[in-house]
């Protein structure tokens, strides 16, 4: 950790990322900002694949038509680095372009029979439970909700409702790691344990974990766990990944079937098709710029702006925390003055608004018929930010 460069953090650091000047952007957690250096690796690794296309993707990337002079192929070199990052191993990690191709391969994989169920949070993405009913559906299985409270989130109610959700017909659970609206760290490894009890498998989606929370996968006992580093682990955007329990790798296959099908796990992955690879080959880049700038000190500094926005527009605007503490990470999701309205349609004017009349990037949400605003905090956001946000969604009163 450097002390130095953690004072630094706040509008400063806007110096390292291309964003617009003058815009405020409250949205790392949507479509995460990527720095210059992290772009300027990547577009380093294009020019060398340009030298040499076919060297570089159908020999050094993973060796696809043969060996080349590399020791360790090209995006195994990357797989390694990214799942030390989070407590694992290389060759339990593969590449996907996001979480929601992390979240289609598991999917697609799964052997359903008619009537079996997949469990799903009604906090989860509606993007992931569009795969999951899709995927239900076409096998005549029924994909279930678990209703969860939002707000008055508390992980003992959590962890308690899902274990009464689980059935003998439950064929896989999809649990988020950070939920995507609401921005709740959820009690993931408590949860696992009550479907690991169950002799259920778990999917978690960790679409907003790396880089935003400590990560460690093994440990959190999932049996798949998907995530994007384009998001707070600052990689250029498509990069995703998904990680594998070892007795579950096989079987599993890409979104996309070419060149490696049958020949296990990463060989399917890590060629599917030519595209360009170089978000996934620069990610390192983007892991060693937040060792440097200090992972700790990152997000020690992400979660206290995001709790200090809580505190001080809820003492502003009159609401009771939506959730304890221990279930916020880089972002919070905080309630609106009722009258600044109640419909979606009112939610997106707002956003709208906020956008060409402001220049403030942040989602806002219409959850149980009250509108919402979500703060994403990053090191080059500070309370200055907030403030700004507030007197502006003050203004449509
Ligand atoms: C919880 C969650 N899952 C999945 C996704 C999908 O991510 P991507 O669009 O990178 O696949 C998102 C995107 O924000 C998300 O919030």
New binding site residues.
Partial sequence: MNPALQAGFGREMLAHWPLETGVIYLNH??VGATPRRVLAAQQALREEMEQQPARFLLRELCGLSGPSDRAVPRLREAASAVARFMGAQGPDLVFVD????G?NAVLGSLELNPGDQILITNL??G??RNAAAFSAERRGARLVTLELPFPGAEPALYINRLSQALTPRTRLVIL?H???ETALVLPLAEMAACCRAAGVPVLA?G??APGAIPLDIPRLGVDYYTG?L??WALAPKGC?FLWVAPERQQGLHPPVISWGLGQGFVQEFDWVGTKDPTPFLAAPAALALMQEWGLEAMQAYNHHLARQALAWLSARWGFEPPAPEAMLGSMVTLPLPAALGSTRQEALRLQYALLYEHRIEAPILCLGGRLWVRISAQVYNSLEDVEALALALEAYK
């Fill in positions: 957690g949507t996001n979480a929601t191709a979240v989860a993405y993007a992931v988020d950070i939920t995507s989606d679409a907003h994007n384009h998001k995703g």
